[in-house]
Nanobody, 124 residues
Framework: QRQLVESGGGLVQPGGSLRLSCVAS????????VGWFRQAPGKEREGVLC????????YYLDSVKDRFTISRDNAKNTVYLQMNSLTSEDTFVYSC?????????????????WGPGTQVTVSS
């Protein structure tokens, strides 16, 4: 059974950093496209960025291109989201998602496996 579990969320001050982890079980992340999404209460999920099987990164939000990055540790079967220079506008539930594909997608419907999400709150 394919599963994803996120961790690393929490409360951080504006300007701070967080690293979220997405640990996979039941499959190897190196063979999947893995994306990070975020969602506010009552709103639809929005794609943030994704890492392809090849390691190429697709960014889906201009607002994070210079602040967020995604990486993968195949030995730990984990994908990370490094978030720097956080602002209150980055306050969301962040979820990782995976799909066995060479390509990524900004569409949540593309991904078949999801983690439960982790809350990130940026506030002073």
């Amino acid at each position: 059974q394919r599963q994803l579990v996120e961790s690393g969320g929490g409360l951080v001050q504006p300007g701070g950093s967080l690293r979220l982890s997405c640990v996979a079980s039941g499959f190897s992340v190196e063979n999947y496209a893995v994306g990070w999404f975020r969602q506010a209460p009552g709103k639809e999920r929005e794609g943030v960025l994704c890492i392809r099987q090849s390691g190429i990164i697709n960014y889906y939000l201009d607002s994070v291109k210079d602040r967020f990055t995604i990486s993968r540790d195949n030995a730990k079967n984990t994908v990370y989201l490094q978030m720097n220079s956080l602002t209150s506008e980055d306050t969301f539930v962040y979820s990782c998602a995976a799909e066995r594909s060479y390509l990524c997608s900004a569409s949540a419907g593309f991904y078949g496996t999801w983690g439960p999400g982790t809350q990130v709150t940026v506030s002073s």
